[in-house]
């Protein structure tokens, strides 16, 4: 059969290139919403056979791509653009139509696979989504049986002067002795690239640690340990010598806040143990659910059924016979 492909970009796309809503003035009624069915961005044929695409198909494509995606087809330019796209697919179905590829079975077996897929998911969100309900009183029930899994643990925070160079420490350790304060110290050996990767390597704060728990790194272990067992404001009489990952490194630090262990509330929370009680209800659910249509469908198992496999000795007998 002859194929002839004929396609015209119709006089409506200066619609897309032009178009804009007019408000009215505050005496005149407001303009009729426009039909974007009617208008009509291409016209092409396929063997005869007349296609369009309409400015609300082109709309509707567009919202099927990912948010990210759309967000890249907002302005005119940028439509017009994506319809170009859009066509060469509407053409290449047509060809892959036209080649019989809508009709191959490996084709169609994955399309009922897909379509299955997506009939469980509706059916699930009928079934488990929309019947699953809880109140704030399910929350907060939870909440107070699990108490202790809403405990905040204690913290620390500290300046800190981490180094690399031990002559560099001991000068460091030093001068702070003599009067100079550890956190001026931080930012001069910051500003002079001499701090080391460790901690207290912070350039908007240098020194400053920030808060951190007992669990907060195993390379750092032995720093951190040293520090809960410092009282507040406590410094260190030494240069802290500590080894990471094969590397030494001497610290000079100072306490400055200890946050105890604390209970954390109920609303600081509640956002997390929604989650939880969703996830907990919904499984509920699904059980009671599978319950429902296995007696629905009388279901019957009969595992004993299933062969053994053969063992080796007599897979490599039956491979030899043939």
């Known amino acids: 059969m002859k194929r002839t492909i004929t396609i015209f970009v119709v006089v409506a796309m200066t619609c897309l290139l032009t178009w804009k809503f007019v408000q009215s003035d505050s005496h005149e009624q407001p303009a009729p919403a426009m039909d974007e069915n009617q208008v009509i961005l291409v016209e092409y044929k396929w ?9 609300a198909d082109l709309n509707a494509a567009i919202a099927e791509l990912p ?5 890249n087809y907002k302005s005119r330019a940028d439509k017009a653009e994506y319809l170009e796209e859009l066509i060469d697919e509407r053409l290449k179905i047509l060809r892959a139509t036209e080649e019989g590829f809508d009709k191959l079975p490996e084709h169609l077996k994955k399309l009922e696979d897909y379509t299955h897929q997506l009939m469980v998911e509706k059916l699930t ?22 108490l202790s899994e809403y405990v905040e643990d204690e913290k620390v925070r500290a300046i800190c002067i981490t180094l690399d160079d031990e002559d560099i420490a001991n000068e460091t350790l030093d001068a702070i002795n003599a009067g100079k304060d550890i956190v001026e110290m931080a930012k001069e050996l910051s500003e002079a690239g001499k701090l080391a990767n460790g901690p207290g390597i912070n350039q908007e704060d240098p020194g400053n640690t920030g808060f951190f728990t007992k669990a907060a790194s195993a390379r750092w272990s032995e720093f951190i340990e040293a520090v809960f067992a ?11 010598e500590t080894d990471v990952n094969d590397e030494t490194f001497y610290l000079i630090f100072r306490k400055e806040e200890h946050q105890p262990e604390r209970q954390q509330e109920f609303d600081e929370v509640k ?6 009680v969703e996830r907990t209800k919904k499984r509920e659910r699904i059980n009671d659910w599978v319950a429902e249509i296995t007696e629905k469908g009388k279901l019957k198992t009969y595992p004993g059924n299933i062969p053994e496999p053969p063992q080796p000795e007599e897979a490599e007998t039956e491979e030899s016979e043939q």
């Open 47 to 55: 063997n005869g056979e007349s296609h369009q695409i309409s400015l």
């Open 67 to 71: 948010i990210y995606r759309q967000q």
């Open 125 to 146: 969100e009928a079934e488990v989504d929309a019947k699953v309900v809880y109140t704030d009183g399910d929350l907060m029930a939870h909440y107070q049986a699990n």
């Open 230 to 240: 410092q009282e507040v404001g406590e410094m260190t009489d030494t240069v802290f």
């Open 271 to 276: 956002d997390d143990i929604e989650r939880t």
